[in-house]
Each structure stands twice: as structure tokens, then as C-alpha cells.
Nanobody, 117 residues
């Protein structure tokens, strides 16, 4: 199995920045995609950003965060980051780290990001 633990998050003012980190452990060799999702109460969980684990490190972003958020991962492939700049109140949500392996989908416990206006 794969275990995911998020770090970072917190309270920030509009226009500020935060960096989220996610540490993967367990069968990390089986992971081929990692990413970040977010969810607000009453809404579905949505993809924020994703990155492939392998040659090329292709990335994908939600339209709402393009140009403001950057996803990256370390060379060992077991930690993924989300740099969030120019934060807006609508970015307020519970952010989840996600990994997809050959055994299915794995989720962290979530970390709260709150952007005050």
C-alpha cells in the first residue's frame, strides 16, 4: 500500500503564498501519478494539479489555478509539492494529496487552506 501525509496549509491573506508538501511512503515504486485535489463543504472534490512520476514529469492544472500554482516533485519521487501564489478567497478548501498506483487511488488526510479577504 501507499501512505500519504500532507504538510503545510494554514491561514493566509489574499495575494499571499503557501507551499504544500506531501510525503509518500510504502510501495512508492508503484506510483505513476501524484497530485493535489481540493474540496469545500457541499461540493465535489476537484483536481487542482497533477504530475506524472516518470520520464518527462508532465503536469496538468485546473484552469482556475493556472499561472498561480506550481506542482513539482523531488527526484526520489516520494515527495510532491504545491506552490500556491496570488491566493484568492475562492482557493479556501481542504487540500488532499493523491497518488495513483497500480493498486488504485490513495489519499492523504487533507490539510486546510484558508485565504482571508
Amino acid at each position: 500500500q501507499v501512505q500519504l501525509v500532507e504538510f503545510g496549509g494554514g491561514l493566509v491573506q489574499t495575494g499571499g503564498s503557501l507551499r504544500l508538501s506531501c510525503q509518500a511512503s510504502g510501495k512508492i515504486f508503484s506510483i505513476h501519478v501524484m497530485g493535489w485535489y481540493r474540496q469545500v463543504p457541499g461540493s465535489q472534490r476537484e483536481l487542482v494539479a497533477g504530475i506524472s512520476v516518470g520520464i518527462g514529469n508532465s503536469t496538468t492544472y485546473a484552469d482556475s489555478v493556472k499561472g498561480r500554482f506550481t506542482i513539482s516533485r523531488d527526484t526520489a519521487g516520494n515527495r510532491v509539492y504545491l506552490q500556491m501564489n496570488s491566493l484568492k478567497p475562492e482557493d479556501t478548501a481542504l487540500y488532499y494529496c493523491h497518488a495513483r498506483s497500480y493498486n488504485g487511488d490513495h489519499w492523504g488526510q487533507g490539510t486546510q487552506v484558508t485565504v482571508s479577504s
